[in-house]
C-alpha cells in the first residue's frame, strides 16, 4: 500500500493546477460556447434562467445580484461605520478621523473612527465578495447546464423540481446550509476578526495612556514585542508566556489522567461482581455533572474558603493553628498548594464522567480474556494492568486526546476555584491562570485585545500541533472512511 | 466435594466478602466527598440565622450545618429587586427558559442535519468540512467573543438600547449557530447505523430526506435525546457568554446563572446574598438533575460515543 | 450548498442593511446609568421632574450598573452606553480622552458645580479636548474611607488609635484590624497617613491631580522618610498577632463575624454600611475616623526627618462618583441632559438620596444637613455617623489623580497594591519579570517597594532597574 500512497499524494498535489486550468478553460468554454442567455449571464445574474424560462430561479439570481451591488456602491453605514467599497478602503486603517471636535453652543461633537468595526465591516464585505463570485459562477453553470438541456433534447429544469432534488440528490445542501451560513457569520468572521487583531494596536490599555480611541495595523511587531518585552503585550507575554504554558501542560496531564484513572477505577469498583446499589452509587456520582459547575465550584471555593467549614474544622481539632489558603486567593498564598488543590477539585469534576463512560466498555470486555488468565493464576491486580487497562486505553484513546485539549482549554475550574491567583504583581496572568483563563482575562477584563489575539494564536498553533500529531495517527482517524 | 476443597471454597468465600466490605466502605467514602459541596449548597438554602437586633445574616458562615431553618432565602428570591428588576429572579427564570427550549430545537436540529449529512452522504467537500469543523473548534471560544457581540450589535440583537429585549435572540443566535460544528459525537452514532439499511431504502425508491426522516431519526432517539439535554442545559450552566451578549446594564433580561453568579460576584459583590443565591442554585439545580436523573441511560450512551469516536 | 449559502447570507445582510436603517429615528428616551443600589431612587425623583415639567420632552430610563466595572464597559463600546452614566471621578481622564465622554457646556449647570463643591473635587472634574479646558464630570456623591468596629468589644476611647484596638483584641483573642479588599482604594490608609499635628507627608503622588492638563510626571513620589517609617511600623502591626490582618478571600464581613474570632473593626466606606451591619447587628456597629497610630523606636531606627512618638493618622483616598454624559449620545439630547444632571446634582436630590439610599453628599456643607437629619431623628445613629464620619475623613484625604495616559489606571490594573502588600507581609515582590525585589525587611528594601510603587504609578510598568541612589525627598 505504501508506493500505491505515495503515488497517489503525489498525483494529489499536481491536481490542483490541473484543475484550475480546467476551470479556466470552462470558463472561456462557457463564454464561447454558451447560449445568449448564458453570455448575458456573465453580467446580469439570471438573465441566462429567465431566457430559459426558470423565471424565479432567475429573479432569486438578479436580487441577489442587485442587493450585493447596492451595498457595495451604496455603502450603508451601521453605528457610524460604512461596508461596501468605503469599508474596503477603510480596512487599511489609514483613512481614520481623529473626532473630538465640539460645538459646546449646540452640544455636537464628532468621535472619531471606530476601527474594531472598519476592521469587522471590511471582512464582511470581503466575505460579500467572495459570495458575489460564487453566485456569479453558479447562475452562468445553471444557464450552461440548461443550454446543454436543451441540446440533448430535455427540458430546463423547472424551479419545482429544484426543490425536489433538494431533497433528494442534493440533500446535504439543504441540510449544511444552515449550519455553514451560522458558522460562517459567527464562527469564521469572528475568529477571522480577532487573529487580524494581533496584527494591530488595538489593546486599550496603551490606548488609554495615549489618551486615544485609534488603533491601526502593527505588522508583525506584536509578535517581535514578545520577544523584546516591549510595550504592555510584549511586557505581559514575554514574562509569563512560559511560565503560563508550562503550567497548562502540567495541568492538561495531571487533570487528564487523574480523572482518568479515577474514573476507571471508580468504575470498576461501582461495577464489582456481586455488588448493591449499583444505581445508586452511579446517581450520586452523576449529581456533581448534573450541577451547573458554576455552583457547586463556588460551593468547594466556600468550603475551602479562610473561615470555611474545612479550615475549621481542622482547626477546632487542632490539626492547624492558622487557617489554610488552600486556592491562593491571596497574595502570599502558596502557589504549588494552589495548583494541587485545583487538580484535586478538578478529578471531584472530573472522575464520573470517565466512571460513566468507562462503566460500558469494562462491561463489555470479553470475559474469555479474563477467564484464561484466572486458569493461569493471575492475581487479580495484574490482571488489571495486563487486560483491563490496555483493553480499555486502546478503546478510549481518542477520548484521552479529546480530554486532554478540553483540559488545555479548561476554564471554569480555574476560573471559579482560584480567579488566576495566586497573583503575580504587575501582570495579568496569576500562578494558576492558564492560557484560556489568561486570553479572558486580558481581552474581557482589560480590553488588551492585540495580546489576547496573540495568546489565542499561540494557543491554536499548540493544540493544533497536538492534535494533527495525535490524531491523524489514530485509529478513528485512519479508519474514519471504513464506516462509509 | 473434599474437605480442603470446601476449605478453598469457604475462605475463597471469606475474601471475597472483605473485599465486597472494602469496595463498600470506600464507594461510601467517596460518595461522601462527592455529595458534601452540593449539601452545603444546598443546606445553605434553607439557612435562616438573626443578629440578636433582628438583621438577617446571609453570609458564608462557618458552621456547615445552620443553626436556624426556614423558607426565608425562597421568600426573599422571589419577592425581592435585584439590580433595581421588579421580580428579577422570576424573569431571569422565564427568560433562561425560553432561550434553552429554542436553542434546544436549534441545536439539536443543526446537529442531527450536520451529523447525518457526514455520516451517511458522499458530496465533494466532505473531508473538507469536516476538516474545517476541526480547525475552527481548536480557536479558543473566547476569541470570537467580542467580535460576535459587535456582529449582533450591527444587526440590532445586541446592545439595542431601543430594544433590548432583542438580546435575547442575539444570544439564542449566538448558542445555536456553533452547535451544528459539535456534530462528532452524532456522527459517531450515525456511524454505527448500518449503511446497508440507507441503501436498501434508497433502492426501495426512497429519497434521501425520507432515509433520514423515517429511518434514521426513529433509530436516533438517543443522540436525539443527549443532544437535546446538552443544549437544553447549556443556558443553564453558562455565566459569561450571555452576559457579554445581553449587556452589563440589561439586568431584566439575563439569564438566571448571570444573575446568580454576578450577585455574589460583582466588583462590589453582596457577600450578603449567599443564602439567596444557593436558594436560586438549588431552584436551578432541581429541573436540571431531575432532567439528568430521568435521562441518564441516553447520557451515558451519549458520553460513550463521544468516547469511543472522539 | 454554495447557491444556499450566498443567497440566506445576502438575505441576512440585507436584513440587516433595513434594520439598521430603520432603527435610529428621533428617540425621546434618556437612558442613565447609576449604581446598581440607587436604581429605584433615580428612576423616581426623575419621573417627578418629568411630572412635574412638561416641557421636559423626554423620558427617562434608570438603570443599574456594577460601579467597578462601568468604565470599562463603557470603554469597550461607547455607543452602546447610557446618554448619561456615573463614574468614580478618577476614570474622568480616561474617558475623556479617548471621546467617550461630552465635555458640559451649560454656564448654569458650570455654576452649579462650582458654587457646591469643594476645591477638591473642583481640581479633578476637568479634562481636556484639543487643548481645551472642560467641565466633564458633576460630582454628586462622595467617598471615602473610614473605620467600623465592633461595639461589644471595643471601647469608644480604645476605636480612636491603632494601639487601643490592639489591646481590644488582645482581650478578645483576635486580630485588631483589616481592610475591605487590598486594592488600591482601600490599601490607601498607611500610603496616604498624615502627621496628625500639621497634616503633613512628603508623598507626593496626587500632586498631578492639581494640574488639568495633565499634571506633571516628575511629581510622584513615595519614598520618604516618612512613608518608609509608617510601613516599618505597619510591618510590626501585621507581625503582632492581635495586629493588622489581610481581608479574608470569604469576605471581610467573616472576619468581622464574632463568632470566627477574626478582627474587631475593618476600614470600609459607606457602601459597606449593610454587609457591616449583617456581620455585627446595628446596636453593634461603631463607626469612628480611621485610627491614629504612634510611631515607634523601631520604625524610625536609621531615618533622620522621622522620630518616635510622632502621631499619625490613617489617610484615604476622597473621591467624589460623577455624572457625564456620552459623546455618543444625540445633540438634540444636550440641553434635556443637562437639565437632567443639574436636577440629579443639586443639593435637594443629593440629600433625598442620603436619606433613601445612603449615598452621601458632595457639596460643601453637607454635613449641616446630615446632622439635622439626625437631630430630626430621620436617620438612626450608625447611620448618621457614617456620614458624618464619611465627611470628617475628606480633610484627611486627598482624590486620587486621573490624569490622561499615566497614573491612576495603571496602580490598579498593574497590581501595585501588591506591592504594598508585600511591603507589609515583609515578603518579597513577587514578579517573575525583571524586577525582582529581593527583600522588604531592611529600610533599603521598603524604600525600594516604594520607588516600584512610584515608578508604577508613573510608567505603567515595571522598571528594569533601580537607580543606584534613591532620591530622599525632603
Known amino acids: 500500500m505504501g508506493t500505491d500512497s505515495k503515488r497517489g499524494k503525489k498525483a494529489g498535489r499536481s491536481n490542483p493546477f490541473r484543475k484550475l486550468g480546467n476551470a479556466f478553460s470552462e470558463f472561456g468554454k462557457r463564454f464561447t460556447d454558451g447560449s445568449v442567455g448564458t453570455k448575458l449571464s456573465h453580467f446580469i445574474f439570471g438573465a441566462g434562467s429567465i431566457y430559459h424560462g426558470q423565471i424565479i430561479k432567475g429573479i432569486i439570481f438578479f436580487l441577489i445580484q442587485a442587493g450585493i451591488l447596492a451595498v457595495m456602491i451604496l455603502c450603508p453605514s451601521i453605528n457610524g461605520t460604512p461596508y461596501g467599497w468605503k469599508a474596503l478602503v477603510n480596512l487599511s486603517l489609514t483613512n481614520v478621523s481623529e473626532g473630538g471636535v465640539f460645538d459646546p453652543a449646540t452640544g455636537e461633537m464628532t468621535v472619531g473612527s471606530d476601527c474594531k468595526l472598519m476592521i469587522l465591516f471590511g471582512f464582511v464585505t470581503i466575505a460579500l465578495i467572495f459570495i458575489y463570485f460564487i453566485v456569479w459562477n453558479l447562475n452562468i453553470a445553471s444557464s450552461y447546464k440548461a443550454d446543454n438541456d436543451k441540446k440533448v433534447g430535455k427540458k430546463p429544469t423547472t424551479f419545482r423540481e429544484d426543490l425536489k432534488e433538494l431533497l433528494d440528490g442534493k440533500f446535504h445542501v439543504l441540510m449544511l446550509t444552515p449550519t455553514c451560513i451560522a458558522a460562517t457569520v459567527f464562527t469564521v468572521l469572528p475568529t477571522v476578526f480577532m487573529i487580524a487583531l494581533a496584527f494591530t494596536t488595538y489593546n486599550q490599555e496603551d490606548m488609554h495612556k495615549l489618551g486615544t480611541n485609534l488603533f491601526g495595523w502593527n505588522g508583525l511587531q506584536n509578535f517581535a514585542a514578545v520577544f523584546t518585552g516591549e510595550g504592555s503585550l510584549g511586557f505581559e507575554i514575554k514574562n509569563r508566556f512560559l511560565p503560563v504554558l508550562g503550567w497548562t501542560f502540567i495541568w492538561a496531564i495531571f487533570a487528564t489522567l487523574t480523572c482518568y484513572f479515577g474514573g476507571i477505577i471508580l468504575a470498576l469498583l461501582i461495577n464489582k461482581k456481586g455488588l448493591k446499589g449499583k444505581k445508586i452509587f452511579r446517581t450520586l456520582f452523576i449529581l456533581t455533572i448534573a450541577v451547573p459547575q458554576f455552583i457547586s465550584l463556588l460551593a468547594v471555593r466556600n468550603l475551602l474558603g479562610e473561615y470555611g467549614p474545612i479550615n475549621s474544622l481542622l482547626q477546632s481539632i487542632g490539626w492547624i493553628q492558622e487557617p489554610i489558603g488552600f486556592l491562593g486567593l491571596k497574595a502570599g498564598d502558596s502557589e504549588i498548594l494552589a495548583k494541587v488543590m485545583v487538580i484535586v477539585v478538578n478529578m471531584w469534576v472530573g472522575i464520573p464522567y470517565t466512571m460513566l463512560m468507562t462503566s460500558g466498555i469494562l462491561m463489555n470486555i470479553p470475559s474469555d480474556l479474563y477467564e484464561a488468565a484466572r486458569v493461569d493464576g493471575t492475581s487479580t491486580v495484574k490482571m488489571f494492568f495486563k487486560i483491563t487497562l490496555p483493553y480499555v486505553i486502546f478503546i478510549t484513546t481518542p477520548y484521552l486526546i479529546s480530554s486532554f485539549v478540553g483540559n488545555i482549554n479548561s476554564f471554569n475550574t480555574i476560573y471559579l476555584l482560584t480567579g488566576g491567583g495566586p497573583t503575580y504583581t504587575g501582570y495579568q496572568a496569576g500562578g494558576t491562570d492558564l492560557l484560556v483563563t489568561w486570553l479572558y482575562k486580558v481581552t474581557i477584563d482589560k480590553g488588551m485585545y492585540n495580546t489576547g489575539a496573540v495568546i489565542g494564536i499561540f494557543t491554536f498553533i499548540i493544540t493544533a500541533t497536538i492534535t494533527l500529531i495525535t490524531y491523524r495517527r489514530s485509529k478513528a482517524y485512519n479508519e474514519e472512511d471504513t464506516f462509509q | 466435594m473434599s474437605n480442603t476443597a470446601k476449605k478453598k471454597f469457604s475462605s475463597q468465600s471469606r475474601n471475597r466478602r472483605i473485599s465486597l466490605a472494602v469496595t463498600y466502605t470506600i464507594l461510601v467514602v467517596m460518595a461522601v466527598i462527592w455529595l458534601i459541596p452540593l449539601v452545603w449548597i444546598f443546606i445553605s438554602a434553607f439557612r435562616c440565622e438573626y443578629q440578636p437586633d433582628g438583621t438577617f445574616i446571609g453570609r458564608v458562615t462557618s458552621n456547615f450545618f445552620p443553626r436556624a431553618v426556614g423558607f426565608e432565602n425562597f421568600r426573599l428570591l422571589f419577592t425581592e429587586k435585584y439590580y433595581g428588576v421588579d421580580h428579577a429572579f422570576i424573569r431571569w427564570i422565564a427568560n433562561t427558559l425560553i432561550i434553552s427550549v429554542i436553542d434546544c430545537i436549534i441545536s439539536t436540529f443543526l446537529v442531527l442535519s450536520v451529523a447525518y449529512c457526514i455520516a451517511k452522504l458522499k458530496f465533494k467537500l466532505r473531508k473538507a468540512f469536516m476538516n474545517i469543523t476541526m480547525i475552527l473548534g481548536l480557536f479558543p471560544g473566547f476569541m470570537s467573543m467580542i467580535a460576535i457581540y459587535f456582529l449582533l450589535k450591527s444587526i440590532g440583537l445586541s446592545g439595542n438600547p431601543d430594544h433590548p429585549e432583542l438580546s435575547l435572540v442575539g444570544l439564542v443566535l449566538a448558542y445555536s449557530a456553533g452547535a451544528g460544528l459539535g456534530f462528532q459525537i452524532a456522527k459517531g452514532f450515525f456511524d454505527v447505523i448500518p449503511n446497508a439499511l440507507v441503501e436498501s431504502a434508497k433502492l426501495d425508491g426512497c429519497t434521501n430526506f425520507k432515509v433520514f426522516w423515517k429511518i434514521i431519526l426513529p433509530l436516533a432517539k438517543p443522540i436525539i435525546i443527549y443532544q437535546a439535554l446538552m443544549s437544553f442545559t447549556g443556558p443553564w450552566m453558562d455565566f459569561i457568554f450571555a452576559k457579554v451578549i445581553i449587556g452589563a446594564d440589561n439586568a431584566k433580561y439575563w439569564t438566571v446563572s448571570v444573575g446568580l453568579y454576578s450577585m455574589l460576584f460583582g466588583t462590589h459583590p453582596d457577600t450578603n446574598l449567599f443564602t439567596q443565591f444557593a436558594a436560586g442554585c438549588v431552584i436551578v439545580a432541581i429541573p436540571i438533575v431531575t432532567l439528568f436523573m430521568f435521562l441518564q441511560k441516553y447520557y451515558v450512551e451519549g458520553v460513550t460515543a463521544g468516547a469511543v469516536k472522539g | ?474
Not at chain 3, 452606553?81 to 454656564?107: F, M, R, W
Not at chain 3, 468596629?149 to 482581650?171: H, S
Not at chain 3, 451591619?277 to 446595628?282: S, T
Not at chain 3, 515578603?427 to 519579570?433: K, L, N, Q
Open chain 3, 1 to 474: 450548498m454554495k447557491k444556499f449559502i450566498a443567497l440566506l447570507l445576502v438575505l441576512i445582510m440585507t436584513a440587516a442593511v433595513f434594520a439598521s436603517c430603520g432603527g435610529s429615528g428621533g428617540d425621546k428616551n434618556i437612558r442613565v446609568w447609576v449604581g446598581e443600589e440607587s436604581v429605584e431612587f433615580y428612576q423616581t425623583v426623575c419621573d417627578e421632574y418629568i411630572a412635574a415639567h412638561p416641557d421636559f420632552g423626554y423620558t427617562v430610563e434608570v438603570k443599574g450598573m456594577d460601579t467597578g466595572a462601568v468604565a470599562g464597559t463603557i470603554s469597550t463600546d461607547p455607543k452602546a452606553a447610557a446618554d448619561i452614566y456615573t463614574v468614580a471621578h478618577d476614570n474622568i481622564g480616561k474617558l475623556a480622552s479617548t471621546q467617550c465622554a461630552k465635555p458640559i457646556g451649560d454656564e448654569s449647570l458650570i455654576a452649579q458645580v462650582l458654587a457646591d463643591n469643594p476645591e477638591s473635587f473642583q481640581n479633578v472634574i476637568y479634562s481636556t479636548l484639543n487643548g481645551q479646558k472642560y467641565l466633564y464630570g458633576v460630582p454628586y456623591i462622595s467617598q471615602a474611607l473610614f473605620l467600623y468596629y465592633n461595639k461589644a468589644l471595643v471601647t469608644d476611647e480604645q476605636a480612636k488609635t491603632f494601639e487601643g484596638l490592639r489591646e481590644a483584641a488582645v482581650a478578645a483573642g483576635t486580630k485588631a484590624i483589616t481592610v475591605t479588599g487590598d486594592d488600591g482604594f482601600n490599601m490607601s490608609f498607611a500610603l496616604l497617613a498624615t502627621k496628625v499635628s500639621d497634616h503633613s507627608t512628603t508623598v507626593k503622588i496626587y500632586e498631578g491631580a492639581e494640574s488639568v492638563s495633565g499634571g506633571s510626571k516628575g511629581a510622584s513620589n513615595c519614598q520618604g522618610d516618612d512613608t518608609v517609617a509608617i510601613y516599618r511600623w505597619l510591618q510590626e502591626y501585621a507581625a503582632d498577632e492581635n495586629g493588622f490582618k489581610w481581608a479574608s478571600p470569604d469576605g471581610w464581613d467573616a472576619d468581622l463575624d464574632k463568632s470566627n474570632k477574626g478582627v474587631l473593626a475593618v476600614i470600609g466606606g459607606a457602601w459597606h454600611y449593610n454587609t457591616a451591619k449583617a456581620a455585627l447587628g446595628e446596636t453593634n456597629l461603631g463607626i469612628a475616623l480611621i485610627p491614629t497610630f504612634t510611631l515607634t523606636e523601631k520604625s524610625v531606627e536609621g531615618l533622620s526627618s522621622v522620630s518616635a512618638g510622632d502621631v499619625y493618622r490613617g489617610g484615604t483616598f476622597a473621591d467624589c462618583k460623577c455624572f457625564m454624559i456620552n459623546a455618543n449620545s444625540s445633540k438634540d439630547k444636550y440641553a434635556a441632559e443637562q437639565e437632567l444632571i443639574k436636577f440629579m446634582s443639586s443639593k435637594e436630590i443629593q440629600n433625598r438620596s442620603y436619606l433613601a439610599c445612603l449615598n452621601v453628599p458632595a457639596y460643601v456643607g453637607a454635613s449641616s444637613f446630615i446632622e439635622q437629619c439626625y437631630n430630626e431623628g430621620k436617620v438612626t445613629e450608625s447611620q448618621y455617623n457614617l456620614a458624618a464620619m464619611q465627611v470628617s475623613m475628606a480633610e484627611w484625604g486627598i482624590p486620587q489623580p486621573f490624569i490622561t495616559g499615566t497614573l491612576n489606571s495603571y496602580y490598579y490594573s498593574k497590581n501595585a497594591p501588591q506591592v504594598l502588600r508585600a511591603i507589609v507581609d515583609k515578603t518579597a515582590y513577587p514578579t517573575t519579570g525583571d524586577t525582582i525585589l529581593s527583600e522588604t525587611e531592611s529600610l533599603e528594601g521598603i524604600r525600594k517597594a516604594l520607588y516600584l510603587i512610584e515608578y508604577l504609578w508613573m510608567h505603567g510598568t515595571t522598571p528594569k532597574d533601580f537607580p543606584a541612589s534613591l532620591p530622599t525627598p525632603a
